[in-house]
């Protein structure tokens, strides 16, 4: 480290040495103090360098939040390592993409998904596979990292340093890995304490898995306030109402339907949530609502982030200006830009470009995708919005190059529905985009042609079909069937045509 570095590592040996005492996390009902947890990552960092880690190497992890999914986060931070968060949410063999795309030295993985895993040092030369709680075929008992005994070298990251690698999806459909920094984390970590004023008092609810940028970056926000959080492995809105209660929980970040699910438990069980004064996410306004009559004392916050960015660009209370996605943070500049990549007064639509240091270091081993993203020295999003005359943003949809869609806050991208809709047998052509969701925000349709010859398969076989080869988060909501997609000049669908067809 340099004079001028500061890491995650140093948040987490700062607050051992002077709040050593204090609580880090709760999860299972189980305080860890700051100086549990440092000891902890300490001691598997010592392991990981004797396993041959160094500096730069990507460790890769499966698992549901636990406290040595945290470990590890403070033991790759201690050693300079890179994490590479696994959505266990993901086919097999999306998940063995992810870790195949950045080739770690180990993978560390609950019990359900080794079996997935198994064959991966097949494909992923010189990986070595450790378990937790119990091992399949391949996999080493972790507590065989944790018997070197010593601590290892002085730290070695520097703030500027590669930290979490997390796989967003691309816009051919293949997922890429974001590679995050340490002082890109720390700066969005900044930006959420300087809008939620986090301080040594506040307590987050951490139902947001941690392969996510939103689940991992309000942990890391509350780790550099000095505050605590409720960990989670998986999210059970009653589970999380007697939380709030119990342990008067401040904050938590969210994705529909997770707080209408809790305000729904919490009045079945007289919960008491008036200990909440900031809950951010993405949710309908009538769950807003809902919110802040059941809850007056506490903000519902809109804004506009992803992976890229470390987490949010902009942000602001929703009743400030309500279906604004906020005005840029702290440390961030956002700008709306045209085709030209020009910027455009207030009220005009383009897309948004952002710059700062939370902007990511680029697309692991996809240099050119990376220059594309950076260039004109804006990172951009691939999203579209405009400004108000106060500065607020407001969200207009996707490019035509990235139509993501979102839901449950997860990224799916037409493209890889589309390319497994195709695999089926009857199915020609597959056009896939987003509509309006009141559970998830948004659903996944698609419109499909059969072959020539070919009968229409059943549309829950064809749903179920695709749920098989890929996430089943990105399997169509509704499927419809046409005999003839519009065509656009070139030749191609004609996206706009199908959707404004059968997007109602």
Not at 322 to 348: F, I, Y
Request: include cysteine; proline fraction near 6%.
């Amino acid at each position: 480290m340099g004079i001028r570095d500061f890491t995650f590592w140093s948040v987490i040996d700062r607050n051992a040495r002077w709040d050593g005492a204090r609580t880090a996390f709760v999860f299972d009902g189980r305080a860890h103090t700051n100086a549990e947890f440092a000891a902890r990552a300490l001691r598997l960092a010592a392991g990981l360098a004797r396993a041959g880690v160094q500096r730069g190497d990507r460790v890769a992890v499966v698992a549901q939040n636990r406290p040595e999914f945290l470990d590890l986060l403070g033991a790759a931070a201690r050693l300079g390592a890179i994490l590479v968060p696994v959505n266990w949410r993901l086919s097999a063999e999306e998940m063995a993409h992810a870790i195949i795309d950045t080739s770690p030295k180990l993978l560390l993985a609950d019990p359900e998904y080794q079996p997935a895993l198994a064959q991966l040092p097949e494909r992923c030369p010189g990986l070595r596979m450790f378990g937790y709680d119990r091992c399949e075929d391949g996999f080493q008992p972790c507590d065989a990292l944790l018997d070197a005994g010593d601590r290892p070298d002085a730290p070695a990251a520097e703030a500027g340093d590669g930290f979490v690698i997390i796989h967003t999806a691309a816009v051919g459909g293949l997922p890429r890995g974001a590679l995050l920094s340490h002082a890109g984390l720390l700066a969005a970590g900044m930006q959420l304490i300087n809008r939620w004023q986090l301080g040594r008092d506040d307590v987050g609810l951490g139902m947001l898995p941690l392969f996510h940028v939103s689940g991992l970056g309000q942990f890391l926000a509350l780790l550099q306030a000095g505050g605590r959080t409720l960990v989670s492995a998986r999210f059970d809105p009653r589970a999380a109402a007697r939380q709030i209660a119990e342990h008067r929980v401040t904050v938590f970040s969210e994705f529909a339907p997770m707080l209408g699910a809790i305000l729904d438990a919490a009045a079945d069980e007289a919960a008491d949530l008036s200990s909440l004064r900031a809950v951010s996410g993405l949710d309908t306004p009538e769950t807003i609502a809902r919110f802040h009559a059941a809850c007056p004392q506490a903000d519902f916050w809109s804004g506009y982030g992803q992976s890229e960015v470390s987490g949010m660009a902009t942000l602001a209370r929703f009743r400030d200006r309500p279906g604004a996605a906020g005005r840029a943070a702290l440390l961030t500049e956002v700008a709306v830009v045209d085709e030209r990549d020009l910027p455009l007064p207030t009220g005009s639509s383009g897309e948004i470009v952002v710059r700062g240091p939370t902007v990511f270091l680029g697309y692991w081993n996809l240099d050119e995708d990376t220059r594309e993203a950076f260039r004109g020295g804006w990172h951009h999003t691939g999203d579209l919005g405009r400004f108000d005359e106060d500065g607020y943003l407001w969200f207009e949809g996707r490019s035509p190059a990235k139509e993501l869609i979102k839901p449950g806050g997860e990224n799916v991208y037409p493209a890889e529905v589309e390319r497994a809709l195709r695999e089926h047998p009857a199915i020609a052509e597959a056009v896939v985009f987003g509509v309006a969701d009141a559970e998830w925000g948004e659903a996944v349709r698609a419109v499909c042609v059969c072959r020539p010859g070919a009968e229409a398969p059943d549309e829950r076989e064809l749903i179920e079909f695709v749920g098989a080869r890929i996430a089943r988060f990105k399997k169509p909501k509704r499927v419809i069937f046409v005999d003839a997609l519009p065509r656009a000049a070139a030749g191609a669908p004609d996206r706009t045509a199908i959707r404004k067809a059968h997007g109602g």
